[in-house]
């Protein structure tokens, strides 16, 4: 794991934010009842979580569309659901597993799962607004996030949204993180991108050239070498930030 001093705060000018699974959560809540509705299968929201958390811990196995998060996040849903039904002893018609995939990718497309934010990452962002740190979120999406975040009363909270249903070019491609700089006017090197993603994230962004650390809440990826450091609150990166900022005003000063 990199440590901190891969990261120079000093230069930082923007924070980039990815959101699925970094700034928000699914709603496992709304995928359990989906599930019973259209099935009779009482599948407990902690359980879609954990296979959630076990997909993801086992990274090194996953195909790689979905290490870019290529993928419909729909059909991730259904993969739960199976997952979970299967360790229960259950098993789900194939007629209705067609039926829930064209659920689970019609509520993704309508309605977003992603629309859960944790406390720490609220704080976080309230912080950066407070302290007037430009904030600016780069996420694999399927072109509805701007009304997504609006109608999730945070949109307010970035100065540029790239999504890339709308921008036709999805991370770990480094065509989007050049766009990113381009947009917000400055060096590529004095953008920090947080994101949950090895690949798509921290790969994609130290490829084009932009600062990266690894958001990790529950250590899902401990067998990960990542070349950016690691962490698990969201308030502490920023405090890291806005501390360096401090200094460098003082330094300044003198």
């Not at 359980?47 to 997909?55: G, K």
């Not at 290529?70 to 360790?87: C, K, N, P, R, W």
């Not at 400055?186 to 090895?198: A, R, S, T």
Request: aromatic letters at 8%.
């Amino acid at each position: 794991m990199a440590s901190w001093s891969s990261v120079d705060f000093t230069c930082i000018e923007v924070i980039s934010y990815d959101l699925g699974h970094t700034l928000l959560f699914p709603d496992y809540q709304t995928m359990s009842r989906q599930i019973f509705a259209q099935t009779g299968l009482a599948i407990p929201s902690y359980s879609l979580m954990q296979a959630d958390w076990q997909l993801r811990t086992n990274y090194s196995t996953l195909p790689l569309e979905c290490k870019n998060n290529d993928f419909h996040y729909g059909d991730i849903v259904l993969t739960l659901a199976l997952s979970v039904a299967a360790e229960k002893n259950t098993s789900i018609t194939p007629a209705d597993k067609k039926r829930l995939s064209e659920i689970f990718r019609s509520h993704q497309e309508l309605e977003n799962y992603f629309c859960h934010i944790p406390s720490d990452a609220l704080r976080a962002l309230l912080l950066l607004q407070e302290h007037e740190f430009r904030t600016i979120a780069i996420s694999n999406a399927n072109g509805n996030l701007e009304d997504d975040l609006l109608r999730f009363g945070i949109r307010h909270f970035f100065e540029e949204l790239l999504d890339s249903g709308a921008e036709g070019i999805a991370k770990p491609k480094p065509e989007i993180f050049t766009r990113a700089a381009d947009r917000c006017g400055v060096k590529i090197e004095n953008i920090l991108h947080v994101g949950d993603n090895p690949t798509a994230d921290i790969q994609g962004a130290l490829n084009a050239g932009m600062q990266a650390a690894l958001y990790d809440p529950i250590g899902i990826y401990p067998e990960v070498q990542s070349p950016a450091p690691q962490f698990r609150n969201h308030v502490d990166l920023v405090e890291r930030l806005l501390e360096s900022r401090i200094a460098n005003t003082l330094k300044n000063a003198n």
